[in-house]
């Protein structure tokens, strides 16, 4: 998903009510027992960890939820098995999406995830259709603040920042994924405000949309957010 989006969907995020924060839970609570299940448990040498147990924090998640998800991914929890799932699809005007799922039933998701392309004029795709289009990215977003951005900006170059660019919102640096987490705690020294860190998959075929042709991309986007199942989503729409 572009930058621009990212920050639109913190918004939303920083908005949700009462009523949705079981599901925000739920949905983080999945994303750590994945990567508990594929790293290990200890957030100190598992920084993919690291990072979903900050993003859950931030949501103010308890850390009796975090603790639990940590040992559901590494079966000192028996609660159903969490699987990795990966879906590509076609959005309208030409846009391409990929769906990242955490889930116990891969029939079920896909059978949801279908169903929402299909409600709103897009197309479920075979694996590889889409995929080729991104590349994985470490992504740090600099909220504006007390810290000049061009002091935050340089910091980010001289500790291995592949891309720095600026938006109304703040800054969004790119890294390797690897870099991500070292870079993020160089410019917090700094003391920037770091909206969000995480590993996101970037198109490399932008595909730029009108005013009108907007709203029915964006709704396909959120209803696939939406899904419990679901705990990221990538578009090539500039949205």
Excluded: C
Aim: no cysteine; hydrophobic share 35%.
């Amino acid at each position: 998903m572009s930058g621009h989006s990212k920050w639109a969907q913190i918004k939303r995020q920083k908005a949700v009510t009462d009523k949705k924060k079981g599901q925000a839970f739920s949905k983080l609570g999945r994303t750590i027992a994945l990567t508990a299940k594929d790293g290990g448990g200890d957030p100190g040498s598992n920084f993919k960890l690291r990072l979903a147990i900050e993003k859950a924090k931030a949501a103010s998640m308890p850390n009796e939820n975090i603790e639990r998800a940590i040992k559901r991914g590494t079966g000192e929890e028996g609660a159903g098995t969490i699987e990795e799932a990966l879906y590509e699809g076609y959005g309208p005007f030409g846009t391409a999406f990929l769906v990242e799922a955490a889930t116990d039933s891969k029939n079920r998701t896909v059978s949801n995830i279908k169903h929402i392309f299909t409600k709103h004029g897009g197309a479920l795709g075979s694996t590889g259709s889409v995929a080729w289009q991104f590349v994985t990215r470490g992504q740090i977003l600099v909220e504006r603040g007390t810290k000049d951005l061009s002091d935050v900006e340089l910091a980010a170059i001289d500790a291995g920042a592949e891309d720095v660019r600026e938006s109304p919102e703040g800054l969004e640096i790119y890294t390797r994924p690897i870099d991500l987490n070292q870079i993020k705690e160089k410019i917090m020294q700094l003391g920037a405000r770091v909206a969000q860190a995480e590993v996101i998959k970037e198109s490399t075929t932008g595909v730029d949309l009108s005013e009108e042709q907007k709203p029915p991309v964006d709704a396909l986007f959120a209803e696939l957010e939406n899904d419990d199942d679901v705990i990221a989503v990538h578009t090539s729409a500039n949205l």
